[in-house]
């Protein structure tokens, strides 16, 4: 079946490190993003990638880098720099089209915890 | 700017009454796309229904259907015969153009109680 993996579902970091969270997808979606969440709050972006080896800045990239090497694979690295990490870290993709109905398949999170 | 607003933070409601979510968004653009999602305390972000800006009639999946008024930028979701399963967070979002990026609301919580 298809679908979009991110792993781990759980992840502990301690202070000053850098940490990557895993996004894989086979839907061979165009377009893959990366948004966090904060407890009781909406979806913040973070970064997306239309296509391969290409990628931007989203509203809070600060503090954390990507690459998109892959049409399947976008990994999020969370580092040292960002200094309130701990969140719910979503991953989606999309196809992209001459039309606005797509919406977006997201992973079942990554849940960061610094510690 | 803020392009989606959800007013309501969170509402609680009955089973088997209908609740309705408050969504009205902001775009200049005449092609867009409006989502509902759903997302339960596991995380997880389900799709439950898409109304499109040419669309003549609202759309309706099941229990959910989108009451989208267009003159006044809103896009309301109606649950229909709520289930204790309902409670979640509730996320209305838009997306501009086939290339733009989906924007969401703040969300709204929502608590069906038996």
């Known amino acids: 079946d298809g679908g979009i993996t991110q792993s781990p579902k759980y992840l502990f970091r301690k202070e000053g490190q850098n940490v990557t969270l895993s996004c894989e997808q086979n839907l061979n979606h165009d377009a893959m993003y990366w948004y966090r969440q904060d407890p009781g709050q909406g979806l913040r972006l973070i970064y997306y990638?239309?296509?391969?080896?290409?990628?931007q800045k989203g509203d809070i990239a600060e503090g954390y880098s990507v690459s998109r090497e892959k049409k399947e694979s976008f990994p999020l690295t969370v580092t040292s720099a960002q200094k309130n990490p701990t969140a719910f870290y979503l991953c989606?993709?999309?196809?992209?089209?001459?039309?606005?109905?797509?919406?977006?398949?997201f992973g079942s999170g990554t849940r960061l915890t610094v510690v | 700017a803020q392009k989606i607003t959800q007013t309501q933070p969170g509402m609680f409601v009955q089973e088997k009454e209908a609740v309705t979510l408050d969504c009205t968004y902001d775009?200049?653009?005449?092609?867009?796309?409006l989502f509902w999602y759903k997302q339960p305390s596991s995380g997880e972000m389900i799709f439950l229904i898409y109304?499109?800006?040419?669309?003549?009639q609202n759309a309706t999946e099941g229990r959910y259907s989108l009451n989208f008024q267009k003159a006044r930028k809103s896009a309301n979701l109606v649950i229909s015969a709520s289930q204790l399963g309902d409670s979640a967070m509730y996320f209305c979002?838009?997306?501009?153009?086939?290339?733009?990026?989906?924007?969401f609301g703040a969300g709204t919580q929502v608590v069906v109680t038996p």
């Open positions: 109304q499109g800006s040419y669309d003549q």
């Open positions: 989606a993709s999309s196809m992209t089209t001459g039309r606005p109905n797509y919406g977006y398949t």
């Open positions: 775009t200049s653009d005449p092609s867009y796309g």
């Open positions: 979002a838009m997306r501009e153009d086939s290339w733009g990026k989906l924007q």
């Open positions: 990638s239309q296509i391969v080896n290409d990628f």
